[in-house]
């Protein structure tokens, strides 16, 4: 085979591997304050203020990479309808997951100011809410058509 019959991809791999790599660099991020016990960083019994804050900047992280790794993909194509619907659904999970992962901060959860803030079980299902409404426009984001070419 010589390289003139290999046929050239018309996705860019640089963006693709930078909203990977950005991806990988949040999980790592929300896991770290998801689960600071995993690293031996775990300096109270209950989920607080600054666990809540680190999550929810690995999420942003996360949501960040596949954003610029699923555009990435659609290369120079036109997005279909879908995948706007999709990246739109990608921020309002986002913005649903942080209300209610800083509720307590904003006043709206279960423990009022000046109490210190922590992590509840409303606010967790809240937060998974969020992170659906994140997949699913994640999900929508995808071009199919183009990858079964």
Do not use: H, N
Request: glycine residues 14%; hydrophobic residues 50%; contains cysteine.
């Amino acid at each position: 085979m010589t390289t003139s019959s290999i046929e050239k991809s018309t996705v860019p791999r640089s963006p693709v591997l930078f909203g990977l790599v950005t991806t990988l660099l949040g999980l790592f991020v929300f896991t770290m304050g998801a689960k600071p016990e995993w690293f031996g960083v775990d300096r109270s019994p209950v989920v607080g203020f600054v666990q809540i804050a680190v999550f929810l900047v690995g999420l942003a992280i996360i949501c960040i990479g596949g954003y610029v790794g699923l555009i990435a993909l659609w290369g120079d194509d036109e997005r279909s309808i879908a995948a706007d619907i999709g990246l739109r659904l990608v921020s309002t999970g986002y913005v649903l997951s942080v209300f209610t992962g800083m509720a307590d901060v904003f006043g709206m959860g279960t423990q009022p100011l000046p109490g210190i803030p922590f992590f509840g079980p409303l606010q967790a299902i809240g937060m998974e809410i969020g992170q659906g409404v994140i997949l699913l426009g994640f999900l929508l984001t995808i071009p199919i058509k183009k990858l079964r070419q």
